[in-house]
T-cell receptor, first 115, second 115 residues
Framework: QKEVEQNSGPLSVPEGAIASLNCTYSDRGSQSFFWYRQYSGKSPELIMS????GDKEDGRFTAQLNKASQYVSLLIRDSQPSDSATYLC???????????????FGKGTKLSVKP | EPEVTQTPSHQVTQMGQEVILRCVPISNHLYFYWYRQILGQKVEFLVS????????KSEIFDDQFSVERPDGSNFTLKIRSTKLEDSAMYFCASSAWADSNQPQHFGDGTRLSIL
């Protein structure tokens, strides 16, 4: 059974601070990793994708991947109250044809940014 | 920016009735998905669809579920005889290519309430 694990939180940070969100996954063969943001009652919104070891930066967001440790993280710099949401880690599952398979989601980490 | 659209936004149905949820994927996308999210729980994969056939399905996607692409734009999920436990948010997603590195983009979802 392929699993994606996240701390459910809530994670509370002051405005302007760095928020650090973590995720581990069980399938060592996973190749694609995504962070989605989900506001309450809304759909998942793609923030970042990462496919190779190391860091990937996009604006205030940095995704980090360590395949040896089966670990993905998301850093949010200069956190804003509007960043308050649940952050979902998702891992792409290759199907037997080697093509795009389903996403396996973690339960999400609820982030609260206090003004 | 192109987006996945879903209708209706909220569907209320009596237990045992059939329901059809509709999705219009992003126009040049080739892979289509349905996910569901029971209130307070993680996003769960139901089914993926490519080249007019099911590519992969989860254990949740049993005989009461079916998917169809009736024309060049719509992608539907039918639940034949709804149960109380089918109450959830149902999300449609699409991705551009048959490539595990392509991110999936989600629609706003349909909230299905079974009475």
């Amino acid at each position: 059974q392929k699993e994606v694990e996240q701390n459910s939180g809530p994670l509370s940070v002051p405005e302007g601070a760095i928020a650090s969100l973590n995720c581990t996954y069980s399938d060592r063969g996973s190749q694609s990793f995504f962070w989605y943001r989900q506001y309450s009652g809304k759909s998942p919104e793609l923030i970042m994708s990462i496919y190779s070891n190391g860091d990937k930066e996009d604006g205030r967001f940095t995704a980090q991947l360590n395949k040896a440790s089966q670990y993905v993280s998301l850093l949010i710099r200069d956190s804003q109250p509007s960043d308050s949401a649940t952050y979902l880690c998702a891992v792409g599952s290759m199907n037997y044809g080697g093509s795009q398979g389903n996403l396996i989601f973690g339960k999400g980490t609820k982030l609260s940014v206090k003004p | 920016e192109p987006e996945v659209t879903q209708t209706p936004s909220h569907q209320v149905t009596q237990m045992g009735q059939e329901v059809i949820l509709r999705c219009v994927p992003i126009s040049n996308h080739l892979y289509f998905y349905w996910y569901r999210q029971i209130l307070g729980q993680k996003v769960e994969f139901l089914v993926s669809f490519y080249n007019n056939e099911i590519s992969e399905k989860s254990e949740i996607f049993d005989d009461q579920f079916s998917v169809e692409r009736p024309d060049g734009s719509n992608f539907t999920l039918k639940i034949r005889s709804t149960k109380l436990e089918d109450s959830a948010m149902y999300f449609c997603a699409s991705s551009a290519w048959a490539d595990s590195n392509q991110p999936q983009h989600f629609g706003d979802g349909t909230r299905l309430s079974i009475l």
